[in-house]
């Protein structure tokens, strides 16, 4: 059966002594009340949760799956005790305002929480995830009755949420979905239409199920800019808060996926369902966007945890399987043959999957850290700063840490020969419950022009090279000792900003540049980003003298050698241009030769 280890002495290094997370927290009024005790206990009942609950039922969830029976959705067996114990253990809560009954937790301690969950259970984690999401969509547009009568609930889990977004024709181009929404004389709205790729969109977890939904109004203008928001309860609710009847609305179908089988994926059908505005009309796009960047940073940490499961698990394999001989002598005589783990090549994969572990989340900590920043603190310069670092990083958060995780996966199931085909060694669901996160949300194409579109070219750079500035300010201040990181970040940063204003020039003559340059651009950005966090890692543990610290140490200059080169084979790529690729004739695609 597969393991899972809960990274708690990881998670704490990168809290408190990479971030200096207490500290941050004390320096805020509104975080005051979290210390590093209370950290701990909330990391340690999430590892319990997870290491008992959540991981026992990853694989059955994953052969049994979810079924659709007479257009109801019922999730795989012990789901919905687990979920119950989720929701009294307040964890869906954890982030929330505690206003709506949540306990109002910085984002740099929920991620680590979120980790852990992705690692044991992808697709149980997605049913809270997205009523978290909802939750931050209406407590950032809904109306002060609104929020009273809906989050309580989904922060309590009595009810979940959904985000309704994608239609059969209409993917990133959501300018042109069809879902329509006429008002009634009561102020409510008659929604029609229907959605595909709902996560949750069904399901026997909780009571009710409230769907945020984007539609458009009868007299909207064309595009995004006609886009509304509206909340469409699974039953209605009434004005004192108890259920009433069943709303038009209900699953087709659910899809029967490559991976994350246990999770509902619905598509769903308004059938004049009542719905009922959030915010102002033709204002959706914003309030979506609320929840849809919160879970692009969410599909990062799922490749994270997905990565994390995969290493602890390869690790294990390699130090139990006994095969073949070291190369520099015999390692284990009193044994028919050593451990593979004395083979090059099976360290190389073990090392490269744990260099992308340890960075992956100390990026995930800076990045919720500025989020952090955004929603707590008073300084509204400091504010602007981390609006504009959360703007530029979200889609490398993304697809960055998506990527790389899943070449960490396909490295660990690698590890293992066959049996990492074979289905009770747990990597084979790995894989194929990681590929989503580099396709949902967003694909990571589509991360990769946003990156460089909106997020570079769109404000000349100014974004990237703030956030070079930052790098470059910190890193000059590491000490001789670690000329070794502090050199070749300095280096990467100053790469990224000539092939950076090299890409925002081109774009300017060749239309088609950005477009086909833009992963290898956002590959590199991610690159110079790990190297800034291994720089962090580094100073924290440079001076001291265990075996853990050190080994920060080894696996950065590990990251030094064999990974970081990589950014300037991705700058070559981009140097070589658009022409190569576009020059070829549409009808090559399809003409067999």
Known sequence: MPIYNAPLADMRFILNEVFNAPQFWQANEKLAHLDS??????????????????????????????????????????????????????????????????????????????????????????????????????????????????????????????????????????????????????????????????????????????????????????????????????????????????????????????????????????????????????????????????????????????????????????????????????????????????????????????????ASRAFAVYVAQQLDITKFSTDAEAIKIANDRVALLTPIAKAYLTDTAFNAVLDAQMCFGGHGYIREWGLEQCVRDLRIAQIYEGTNGVQSQDLIGRKVIKNDGAFIQAFIDEIREEVNQLPSELNFIKDVTLDSATEIEVITRYIIDTAHEDANFSNTVAVDYLHAVGLLSFSYMFAKICHAALDKQTEFYQNKLMLARYFVARILPDLKLRIMRIQSGSDIIMHFDQDYFTTQS
């Open 37 to 358: 005790a209370t950290a701990d206990a909330i990391l340690e009942e999430m590892a319990k949760f997870t290491q008992n609950i959540t991981l026992s039922i990853n694989r059955s969830g994953d052969e049994e799956g979810a079924r659709f029976e007479n257009g109801q959705v019922y999730t795989a067996t012990n789901f919905k005790d687990a979920f119950k114990q989720y929701a009294e253990g307040g964890w869906i809560g954890l982030s929330a305002d505690e206003e709506w009954g949540g306990q109002g937790m910085p984002k740099m301690l929920t991620v680590l929480a979120d980790e852990m969950l992705f690692a044991t259970n992808p697709s149980f984690m997605l049913y809270p995830l997205l009523s978290v999401g909802a939750g931050m969509a209406l407590s950032s547009y809904a109306s002060q009755e609104q929020k009273e009568k809906y989050l309580p609930k989904i922060y309590s889990g009595e009810w979940t949420g959904t985000m309704c977004l994608t239609e059969p024709h209409a993917g990133t181009d959501l300018g042109i979905i069809k879902t329509k929404a006429e008002p009634n004389a009561d102020g409510s709205y008659h929604i029609t239409g229907t959605k595909i790729f709902i996560t949750g969109g069904d399901h026997d977890l909780t009571e009710n199920i409230i769907h945020l939904v984007l539609a458009k109004t009868p007299d909207a203008p064309a595009g995004s800019r006609g886009i509304s928001l509206f909340i469409v309860p699974k039953y209605l609710v009434n004005d004192d808060g108890h259920l009433d009847e069943r709303n038009a609305v209900g699953p087709g179908s659910i899809e029967h996926k490559m991976g994350i089988k246990a999770s509902a994926t619905c598509v769903m059908n308004f059938d004049g369902a009542k719905g009922y505005l959030v915010g102002n009309e033709n204002e959706g796009l914003a309030a979506m966007f609320v929840m849809m960047n919160y879970e692009r940073l969410s599909m990062g940490i799922q490749g994270l945890g997905a990565s994390e499961f995969a290493y602890q698990n390869a690790a294990q394999y390699a130090t139990d399987r006994l095969q073949g001989r070291s190369a520099s002598g015999t390692q284990s005589p009193q044994k028919p043959a050593d451990s593979i783990l004395v083979h090059g090549d099976v360290r190389r994969m073990l090392l490269n999957a744990r260099a992308n572990n340890e």
